[in-house]
């Protein structure tokens, strides 16, 4: 293959490095362009009893002000559970929900204007916590229920039995990037949408249902995101609903970008879980039986809560066979905004409940942890089906453990870290491994396909268009790789188009994890269809050119078509593509991907709702500072398997980049609310996402090597998501050095995030157990 093809880069490394990547923010519609600016609700909970635009109207530079009368379509944002309108109709259910549009000719006359809308609220009490939600049974669905064999019976036969309950707090994406969408009106009222979208298609029909258009008339276009984290899923398609209203209202050109404090204070966040459970385990560590029961806060109306409620139950096991288990989700309505997709979508608040009970027992048995990690793996004796009947098939954990507790020295440096301990009364060490089974795959069976649109000029050279979205993660770079290795073309003859629903229509979002093997997969399968309509062309020429008959399956490679028998007689790709043309064979073709197999009763709890499984497993260590609270990583070390990746750079990156996002919830991100409902820390000063300072000392990841996934694009494994996880390595380091305080003789405080205070009152309480 071409050298070229050995690159490694990411597709748009240059024009961010130089500022030459555009961003919906960087793009101008023209002298024409109003600024739109949403007016948000101050409270939580309120009737709306009277308001007037008519002053505002008359503000200078003003063009419009919409309420919800003026909504030509539906005024709604979700059209499955209909409980979350597009603006504010008689009430509003949290502050931050938008009850008033306003396009102006910049964003100081739309401030102006703002100011001068008179509106009467009647306040009433609002739900703010899953406690309150629970007592005024504040539920949002039914309980979702997981359940094998009888953990009733066999815990009240259990040797040892643990229960306790597990908070796990919310996380704000902040993404560089904030909530942007531009709208560029076209004749006969049809809508062009450039947003910052996860999901282009549902940006699409959630624009055209606020408009009364049909979705012919919509065309949404996304070039790339400034980082999405879940967070511009579902979410994104608000401000382009708010953007489109306006423009058309105006029939000119709306931009609407929020702030970065507005989109703090009013986007969606991770849900926050508490999680009742209750264990029972024999003398060697090994878990007999076990019942979860999840409560997450779903905020003001469903987004995508159901669906990252089912991904929690999915995990509640994560990496361990547990015979007996009954995994109970429940869904509350809060007056917060609604909670939506984040990465990991529900698996980081199921797979929490699990590791931070594997821990408990080992402290219980006087163990280490990891050894009783161990001894519940998937996969001895045969044990390799989970709670919803899916068998756990190829199973790298044990692989993956040899390799990490060798490279990473675990039991080398349990001994240090103990006799470390012995000898330092205020500062303590601490460390932990832990592993992540994660399912790949849409859970909701009918997302699990992609569509693709190649096409091939005159001239050789090719442009791809594909359903998936690029926001940092660099799925475009593997479709690019993809495209040129399928087609035996050099990297520079392939462009990666923006993601357009009149090329791509019905996108899945771009989510799950699953980017690169739906869309690789869909952009393969035209490949191969336009592979197979050149092959007689390219026999002909072949016999042509060299009068000896080809063989049966012609290569596409470096540029050239040959038989593999004849390597050294060749036809170049350009000279075949010119030719085909004169014959009139047909340079484009749609590709189509559907992932086989998969399906999942809910009613019954049993099914295959994943494709396969993703693991990884890291090793944390921890110091923590017992006069004021103050933790540090030490050293982490992580081995994950990505299959055979398609790109090595940018798979270390993700995995790197996903660990890290994950340590900030468990331990520096905290979010506060106040009694009200308001967001108490909404800047980089007082929320603390993860600095350079906050990275490992000594940081090491490796890729599992030879370990190919035959099923999936180019033997590869989805990478997004799981590596996450590997942070509960980080968070229970922390826990084992706040134990060591009474040489792991009870079972410390413990929530998450593990910030100063709460470390603080977690070691006040060890010290009064004394």
Avoid at 63 to 76: C, E, S, T, Y
Avoid at 190 to 218: D, F, K, R
Avoid at 485 to 496: A, H, M, P, T
Wanted: aromatic letters at 8%.
């Amino acid at each position: 293959m071409n050298k070229n093809l050995n690159k490694t880069y990411h597709e748009s490394a240059i024009q961010h490095v130089t500022g030459e990547a555009v961003y919906v923010g960087d793009m101008d519609g023209s002298t024409q362009m109003l600024t739109g600016k949403v007016v948000f609700s101050p409270h939580a909970y309120a009737h709306i009893v009277d308001y007037d635009l008519s002053e505002a109207l008359n503000v200078k530079g003003v063009h419009d002000i919409l309420d919800f009368k003026r909504i030509p379509g539906h005024n709604q944002l979700n059209p499955i559970a209909m409980d979350e309108p597009c603006l504010a109709d008689g009430a509003v259910n949290c502050i931050g929900q938008a009850v008033f549009l306003i396009a102006a000719d910049d964003m100081a006359s739309a401030l102006e204007a703002e100011k001068k809308i008179k509106i009467e609220y009647q306040t009433l009490e609002p739900i703010l916590t899953i406690d309150e939600a629970i007592k005024n049974d504040s539920r949002l669905i039914n309980p979702r229920r997981i359940e094998t064999g009888d953990p009733d019976t066999v815990l009240q036969n259990s040797e040892n039995v643990l229960e306790g309950t597990l908070n796990s707090g919310a996380q704000e994406h902040w993404y560089l990037e904030t909530q942007v969408a531009l709208c560029v009106p076209g004749e006969n009222r049809e809508m062009t949408v450039y947003a910052s979208s996860q999901s282009p298609t549902e940006t699409q029909l959630a624009v055209a249902g606020v408009l009364n258009l049909p979705a012919n008339q919509v065309v949404c276009e996304v070039k790339r995101m400034g980082g999405g984290f879940g967070g511009k899923e579902l979410q994104g398609n608000h401000v382009a609903a708010w953007a489109a209203l306006l423009a058309d209202a105006t029939r000119r050109p709306v931009k609407i970008q929020l702030s970065r404090d507005e989109d703090q204070k009013y986007t969606g966040k991770r849900h926050r879980f508490k999680s009742e459970y209750k264990v029972g385990f024999d003398e060697k560590g090994e878990i007999q039986a076990c019942i979860v029961n999840m409560n997450a806060d779903a905020g003001m109306a469903t987004d995508l809560s159901i669906p990252v409620l089912e991904r929690a139950l999915f995990h509640a096991e994560n990496a361990y066979y547990i015979p007996n288990m009954r995994i109970t989700g429940n869904l509350w309505k809060t007056n917060l905004p609604s909670n939506t997709a984040f990465r990991g979508f529900g698996g980081p608040q199921g797979i929490a409940v699990i590791e931070n009970i594997v821990d408990r027992i080992a402290r219980f048995l006087k163990k280490d942890a990891a050894d009783i990690r161990y001894k519940n793996f998937y996969g001895k004796n045969d044990r390799n089906e989970t709670p919803y009947a899916q068998k756990v098939k190829n199973n790298h954990l044990f692989t993956i453990w040899d390799k990490l507790t060798g490279s990473g020295q675990y039991w080398k440096r349990r001994k240090e870290i103990n006799s470390y301990n012995k000898n330092n009364k205020y500062t303590k060490r601490g460390i932990a491994l832990t592993p992540v089974k994660f399912g790949i795959s849409f859970t909701t069976s009918f997302l699990n396909q992609a569509g693709a649109l190649v096409l091939i000029y005159r001239d050789g050279t090719v442009l791809v268009n594909h359903g998936g979205t690029e926001m940092g993660q660099g799925l475009h770079t593997k479709v690019w790789q993809i495209a040129a290795l399928e087609l035996g073309v050099s990297y520079d003859k392939v462009k990666v188009n923006a993601t357009n629903t009149s090329k791509v229509p019905n996108t899945s979002p771009t989510a799950a994890s699953s980017g690169s093997d739906l869309n690789g997969m869909a952009v393969k399968n035209a490949m191969t269809i336009l592979k197979e309509r050149l092959t007689p062309c390219a026999r002909t020429m072949f016999e042509e050119k060299y009068n000896i008959a080809a063989g049966k399956n012609l290569i596409f490679n470096d540029g050239w078509v040959y038989d593999e028998s004849h390597s050294d007689k060749k036809i170049a790709f350009n000279e075949l593509v010119e030719r085909a043309h004169k014959e009139r064979i047909s340079l484009s073709t749609t590709g189509y991907y559907k992932t086989p197999g998969i399906h999942f009763d809910r009613e019954k709890g049993k099914g295959e709702p994943f494709y396969y499984f993703a693991y990884g497993m890291a090793i944390s260590e921890a110091e923590i500072d017992i006069l004021t609270g103050d933790a540090k990583i030490l050293r982490t070390d992580i081995v994950h398997d990505v299959g055979d990746p398609i790109n090595t750079n940018i798979d270390m990156g993700q995995i790197a980049g996903g660990f890290i996002q994950g340590m900030g919830w468990c331990t520096t991100e905290t979010i506060k609310w106040g009694e009200k409902g308001e967001l108490l820390n909404y800047s980089p000063s007082t929320y603390k996402i993860p600095s350079i300072e906050d990275i490992p000392e000594t940081f090491n990841v490796e890729i599992l090597k030879n370990v190919p996934n035959p099923p999936v694009i180019r033997k590869s494994k989805a990478v997004g998501e799981p590596p996450f996880m590997l942070a509960f390595s980080a968070w229970l380091a922390i826990k084992d050095a706040i134990s060591a305080l009474n040489n792991h003789q009870s079972e410390p405080y413990f929530e998450l995030p593990a910030n100063n205070e709460m470390i603080l009152h977690s070691i006040e309480n060890l010290k009064n157990s004394f």
